[in-house]
């Protein structure tokens, strides 16, 4: 199987999570396997790295899991991006809008530089509406979007199509 | 230098946070240098291995910044420890008490097994409370807490008396 593959076969599949209707796809099998863990993160490294990032950029807190792995295995930095208030230096913040209401991501103000080019990662790409937050976030800091590394694209919910104005650079190992 | 001693120059004191009179270490730093973050892995593995632990236990959400990277060092699972509400599956949960009021922390059911060992890791040692609670949690579960396993131990908050009662073994890098 390649690995996009097992990672489809990894993935459980949750019924009515977070709320009746929904199917939840859960990465917690993926974790408990090494070996895949490790060629999940390399096929996304290997497939990156031609945007030539500077820093890859992780969204709280499900990105950190795979995100500070591949910016190890690219030898380059990690930047968390936090939920309000949970960021203890001088932020950048953003509000966006959820489904309801809306909520609000920081990023520490001195973690990236004007014209570096900024991986944004994020376990999983819904509707694009956090990704896109993230992506504000960076470019006002007068920085680069090198592209967008999802393990998991819902892609019936179109959130690529709101990404594509800041990179056409996206990938994603297991599409749904 | 030793690995420790690049801990503790890379660690930033934010004084004030989270509020009047605290001074927060923080970690954002190391995870910038890349090679910093290898040798930390690194030597927490080093450390924590002759506890044969079968499995990580990483609490939300630092603990997944460096717990995921010390789980593939180790070649052993990775379990996330999450807020109420998170995890999509059957979960186990527990209640604790915070400096104001109580949280609620929660695990898969099926993470682990009965007397497997597992190693519980977080960014940092602070009351032990967090800690604690997540070691219930494997109690609970009737496996065994291979041992505690921090980047940074505030000592002066006696945290490791809380959790002796689990398991003598702890290690942390940057003691304050």
């Known amino acids: ?17 977070p ?14 396997d090494n070996d895949l863990t490790l060629e999940l993160v390399r096929s996304m490294a290997e ?3 031609i945007w030539n990032p500077d ?7 499900r990105g950190f899991l795979f995100g500070m792995m591949l910016a190890n295995e690219l030898s380059i930095p990690f930047v968390p991006i936090r939920k309000k208030g ?7 913040s953003i509000d966006y809008e959820l489904e309801y209401g809306t909520a609000s991501i ?27 937050a993230a992506a504000q976030l960076i470019k006002g800091e007068n920085a ?7 393990v ?3 892609s019936f919910l179109n959130g690529i199509e709101l990404l594509n104005k800041y990179s056409l650079n996206n990938i994603s190992l297991a599409t749904y």
């Open 47 to 49: 497939k990156v790295k």
């Open 144 to 150: 680069e979007v090198a592209g967008f590394c999802f």
């Open 152 to 154: 998991i694209n819902l």
């Open 106 to 132: 920081e990023m520490h103000a001195d973690a990236i530089s004007a014209e570096e080019r900024i991986l944004i990662h994020d376990d999983l790409l819904a509707t694009g509406g956090t990704a896109d």
């Open 19 to 32: 709320k009746k209707g929904i199917v939840f796809k859960d990465i917690t099998p993926i974790l408990m």
């Open 86 to 92: 949970k960021l203890p230096y001088d932020t950048v």
């Open 55 to 61: 820093k890859v950029v992780g969204i709280e807190s």
């Open 1 to 17: 199987m390649t690995v996009e593959e097992r990672i489809k076969t990894s993935i459980r599949d949750v019924h009515d999570f």
